[in-house]
């Protein structure tokens, strides 16, 4: 099917491809002057934080949590309703997960919650800014310094997004961001680390390789089992030429997201997200569908959807019920606004290369699939 649309794709240009080509056939492929490019250009972008570049978004976070020094039982307090990553890395650093649930407007962490869930044991909050819209930065760091918790965001979906008219990762504890293919700046795979001075920025680098340091006599040492974290020179060409494009990407965006809200029939009981256009980058825009007037499943929306050429995604099932975190003591009905989202979310197409005429074939599909099995 030509005419696909599909719920998101890349906006790589061909400079891009050239300067990709160009590591290719340079003789050094990996980790490189590309990777240090990319954390010098994302760094100036951060208004000038350390920032250290990695391959994946979820090994910035396992890293993060090393370098604060997480201990076996050590607490993090997190949301249900995010890529089950933001939790896995907690697992796999060896503290404890601590979930509560979801502001049902924003869909984010609710704060307050986090307040009444800190205990002697918890060391770390991990708020997740879903969709892009982020998370409450003032209430966030009140709760942190009133605590003395340290903060690791994940931003994965938050790149170009604001608080207080300041980009997300420009301020704040540690920030972590994905450049999977869906964000809104891909490497193909990566990700990026943003800490608060040079001596936390050596530590990244430590566990982001293997654990070793390496001293100025050409000798080194290895005091912990750091990860294979390093980001090649391949996918550091794909980002400096994603870079540059990128406030522009997230302004279309933000079009695209104005359109939704026009011509989306409210006749069809979908609930929308926070209409913001201050702080948000627009990473996705998610309906959740009015289940309870269906005569069709969400899975049967989302085919007769891709039977009429548009792709829809789902972002994301509330983590807590997965075998993982059943298996921790979760239950359904503990976090109910993250399991209403989580069943009855949608993504629907939104990427920069979109055209206007793509937003409407989107809502006239939504209105022809819906309308009829409305009760
Ligand atoms: C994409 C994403 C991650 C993981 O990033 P990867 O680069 O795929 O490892 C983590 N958390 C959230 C909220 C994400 O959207």
Redesign the pocket.
């Known amino acids: 099917m030509s005419d696909f649309l599909p719920f998101t794709r890349p906006s790589i240009d061909e400079a891009t491809i050239e300067s990709v080509a160009g590591v290719l056939r340079s003789g050094w492929i990996t980790t490189g002057p590309k990777a240090k490019e990319f954390e010098t250009r994302l760094s100036e972008y951060l208004g000038g934080r350390p920032v250290r570049a990695f391959n994946?978004?979820?090994?910035t976070?396992e890293v993060a949590l090393r370098i604060i020094g997480l201990r076996p039982g050590d607490e993090v307090i997190t949301t249900p309703m995010?890529?089950v990553?933001?939790a896995n890395v907690i697992l796999n650093a060896g503290g404890t997960p601590v979930l509560v649930d979801i502001d049902p407007v924003t869909r984010n962490i609710d704060l307050e919650q986090v307040e009444a869930a800190i205990t002697p044991r918890t060391r770390a909050i991990m708020p997740?800014d879903?969709a892009g819209l982020p998370v409450d930065r003032d209430r966030l760091y009140a709760i942190a310094r009133k605590h003395g918790l340290r903060v690791i965001e994940?931003a994965?979906?938050s790149l170009g997004a604001k608080w207080n008219g300041q980009r997300i990762g420009s301020f704040g504890d540690i920030c972590s961001f994905?450049?999977?293919a869906?964000?809104n700046l891909t490497t193909t795979?990566?990700?990026a680390l943003v800490v608060n001075n040079e001596e936390e920025a050596r530590l990244v680098e430590k566990w982001r390789l293997q654990g070793v340091t390496r001293f100025a006599d050409g000798s080194m040492d290895v005091d912990v089992p750091g990860g294979k974290y390093n980001i090649t020179d391949v996918a550091a060409a794909v980002g400096l030429g994603q870079l540059p494009h990128l406030d522009a990407f997230n302004a279309r965006r933000h079009e695209l997201a104005r359109m939704y809200f026009e011509q989306i029939d409210p006749a069809l009981g979908l609930e929308l997200p926070v209409a913001d256009f201050e702080n948000t980058n627009w990473h996705m825009f998610q309906p959740l569908l009015p289940l309870a007037r269906m005569a069709i499943s969400r899975g049967e929306f989302v085919a007769r959807m891709k039977e009429k050429g548009i792709g829809i995604g789902v972002h994301y099932p509330a983590l807590h019920l997965f075998t993982l975190y059943r298996e921790r003591g979760f239950r359904e009905g503990m976090f109910p606004h993250a399991e209403h989202v989580g069943a009855s979310t949608v993504t629907i197409p939104l990427f920069p290369a979109m055209q206007d005429s793509d937003v409407t074939r989107v809502c006239t599909a939504l209105k022809d699939v819906l309308l009829p099995v409305l009760k």
């Open positions: 994946s978004g979820t090994g976070m995010t890529w990553a933001t997740v879903l994940d994965a979906q994905s450049f999977h869906n964000k795979e990566g990700g």
